[in-house]
């Protein structure tokens, strides 16, 4: 089955600069790779999302990239705030519409130094 | 986005006894619907898939006859944690696709 590999574990940067959150997985058959933010005793929230036939996305500050050869995705954050603190996900899962059953990442917590 | 809710919001239940968490889509029909347990500072895994009018796929190690899920209605699915103890104590999220609920806190005492 498919397994996701998330990096770093932890990641503290300065307001203002950006922040770059990496995942692999392992099945080339996912095709959806979406990213959450969870902010403490709540759910996940939806950020960013991406498709195999895409190779970047970009939300203002948010841009999810893709290289589907080397089975890799990241995140980017630019222009970092302290309310960008929080833990982030990554999935992938496998879907023509919708995601299926998603596989995550192990996260990450996201500091941003005032 | 679709919108998920839950209820509870958190609960805390004796040990031995059963807890009922309830997964409502507000502004879609849902016939799959993910269940997904995520313990302290770990990730989210998949428990279970909930198919509705059908039996729920659950994953390989999941109990299913500790962690029933009923999906009774295209806007309603359920999970009862039966005869729960303390290591069921975890933070239930249920999903819609890519959209999730905002969970439910279980602290079994």
């Known amino acids: 089955g498919e397994n996701v590999e998330q990096h770093p574990s932890t990641l503290s940067v300065q307001e203002g600069d950006s922040a770059v959150i990496k995942c692999t997985y392992s099945?080339?058959?996912?095709?959806?790779f979406p990213w959450y933010k969870q902010e403490l005793g709540k759910g996940p929230q939806l950020i960013i999302d991406?498709?195999?036939?895409?190779g970047e996305k970009k939300d203002q500050r948010i841009a999810v990239t893709l290289n589907k050869t080397a089975k890799h995705f990241s995140l980017h954050i630019t222009e970092t705030q302290p309310e960008d603190s929080a833990v982030y996900f990554c999935?992938?899962?496998?879907?023509?519409?919708?995601?299926?059953?998603?596989?995550f990442g192990q996260g990450t917590r996201l500091t941003i130094n005032p | 986005g679709a919108v998920v809710s839950q209820h509870p919001s958190w609960v805390i239940c004796k040990s031995g006894t059963s807890v009922k968490i309830e997964c409502r889509s507000l502004?879609?029909?849902?016939?799959?619907m993910f269940w997904y347990r995520q313990f302290p500072k770990q990730s989210l895994m998949l428990m279970a898939t909930?198919?509705?009018?059908?039996?729920?796929?659950?994953e390989q190690g999941v109990e299913k006859d500790k962690f029933l899920i009923n999906h009774a209605s295209l806007t309603l699915s359920t999970l009862t944690v039966t005869s729960a103890h303390p290591e069921d104590s975890s933070f239930y999220i249920c999903?819609?696709?890519?959209?999730f609920g905002p969970g439910t806190r279980l602290t079994v005492t």
């Open positions: 999935a992938a899962s496998q879907g023509s519409q919708g995601a299926q059953k998603l596989v």
């Open positions: 502004d879609f029909q849902a016939t799959t």
């Open positions: 999903g819609y696709e890519q959209y």
């Open positions: 909930s198919n509705e009018g059908s039996k729920a796929t659950y």
């Open positions: 099945d080339s058959a996912s095709n959806y």
């Open positions: 991406i498709r195999s036939n895409v």
